[in-house]
């Protein structure tokens, strides 16, 4: 183990004159991905199943009109009429955005200014959303999460801020592991600003191990999902 750290080192001290570092070596070849053999049912049933034992709220699936009034119906019971959502061209529901509007919530523009007053006046505005409406790139139905990116019309905010956060995801977009979807994706880095896979609600533990909900983000997550994609 000395020998080899040694040498590490010795490699770098010789290459920081050039300011250049030798490029990484792959010792193995790269693995190839094998497909796990899961028919959607079984997709759907494992993704429910997982996030459900992280407490979170799988519904569907479901068609576009019937996921529409669910994601209606889930921002009442969230309460309050001011929201945090994605654009409506960036949502997965074609007129999702515009019934949202005609239910009586009023999206807040996520987009916070740089000087200091108009920041806080912002994050004060911001903090009155009870939700956040996204879409999601896929989910994982090993560990029930969901794979978000963010955008100029995907405002990371929306997922991140809003007490409860309400996910619609096509069916067609569940992957069985990450490995397979990163193997589907390989532009992924393209995709936006920010990626992130959300599993289940912000929870955190104190040192007893007693979890808390919310401290971190979303105490609550919905997701919602389309039987096909509009």
């Known amino acids: 183990m000395t020998a080899d750290r040694d040498s590490i080192l010795d490699i770098v001290r010789r290459s920081l004159p050039s300011a250049r570092l030798p490029g990484a070596r792959a010792a193995l070849p790269p693995r190839a991905i094998a ?7 079984a997709l759907v049933g494992s993704f429910t199943r997982e996030l459900a034992a992280l407490r979170g709220n799988t519904h569907g699936p479901q068609t576009a009109g019937q996921a529409t009034e669910t994601v209606i119906g889930l921002l009442r019971e969230a ?4 929201i945090l959502a994605w654009a409506d061209a960036a949502l997965p529901i074609a007129g999702l955005g515009e019934a949202i509007r005609r239910a009586g919530f009023k ?9 200091a007053e108009g920041w806080r006046e912002k994050q004060t505005q911001l903090s009155r959303a009870s939700a956040g409406v996204t879409g999601a790139l ?19 905010l929306a997922s991140l801020l809003p007490p409860t956060h309400i996910a619609v995801l096509p069916v067609a977009d569940l992957y069985p592991t990450l490995p397979e979807f990163f193997a589907a994706r390989p ?3 393209r995709a936006g600003s920010n990626v992130v896979i959300i599993t289940g609600p912000s929870r955190t533990a104190d040192i007893e191990l007693t979890p808390v909900y919310g401290v971190h983000g979303p105490k609550v997550l919905h997701v919602v999902l389309l039987s096909r994609r509009p």
């Open 35 to 41: 497909p796990t053999p899961l028919d959607t049912a």
């Open 187 to 189: 532009g992924l880095a």
């Open 138 to 156: 896929a989910g994982l139905a090993d560990t029930g999460s969901i794979v978000v990116a963010s955008g100029p019309s995907r405002p990371r």
């Open 107 to 115: 999206t807040l523009d996520a987009v916070v200014p740089a000087d």
């Open 79 to 82: 309460g309050g009429d001011e």
